[in-house]
């Protein structure tokens, strides 16, 4: 049975349960194979998580003010990282270097909505596999369809 579908069945059984429990319950019944794109994922996640501690971190030391100094100073080393321009949500392209603060707010509020639809995307892309792999089938297409299981 799939990763998703050990998952569910472990959920439907104990709903509130332990999640470390219910996590060796449902590794105990799959292939570890079958564990390698959710290690990858992890990875993956604990990769971001790491360069995005590095990214707060260069902004914190980038527009940290020096005691001597009446103004923050942007190090020259984080001049190339900002030299990428990015866009609003009616296109217009911004430089890092020259965006307002209203403009980054539009940026954040852009890529709020987006992070939704591509979660909402990723959980039916989730769903259409658990049905193709509980099934036994190759796509979603092989499926019965309503019209064709009445006839």
């Given at each position: 049975m799939s990763l998703r579908a050990e998952i569910e069945r472990a959920?439907?059984?104990?709903?509130?349960?332990?999640a470390e429990t219910l996590a060796a319950t449902v590794v105990g019944k799959v292939a570890k194979a079958e564990l390698v794109p959710l290690v990858a994922q992890v990875i993956r996640d604990a990769q971001r998580s790491s360069?995005?501690?590095q990214e707060r971190q260069a902004f914190r030391e980038a527009f940290q003010?020096?005691?001597n100094q009446p103004r923050p100073v942007l190090p020259d080393g984080l001049r190339s990282l900002f030299a990428t321009p990015f866009r609003l949500g009616d296109g217009t392209e911004v430089r890092w270097l020259k965006a307002t603060v209203g403009e980054h707010r539009q940026r954040i509020e852009l890529l709020t909505k987006l992070r939704g639809g591509i979660d909402r995307t990723i959980a039916q892309h989730q769903d259409a596999v658990a049905l193709i792999e509980d099934a036994g089938v190759t796509c979603l297409d092989d499926l019965d369809h309503p019209a064709q299981a009445e006839a």
């Open positions: 959920l439907s059984s104990e709903p509130m349960g332990d360069a995005r501690t003010a020096k005691a």
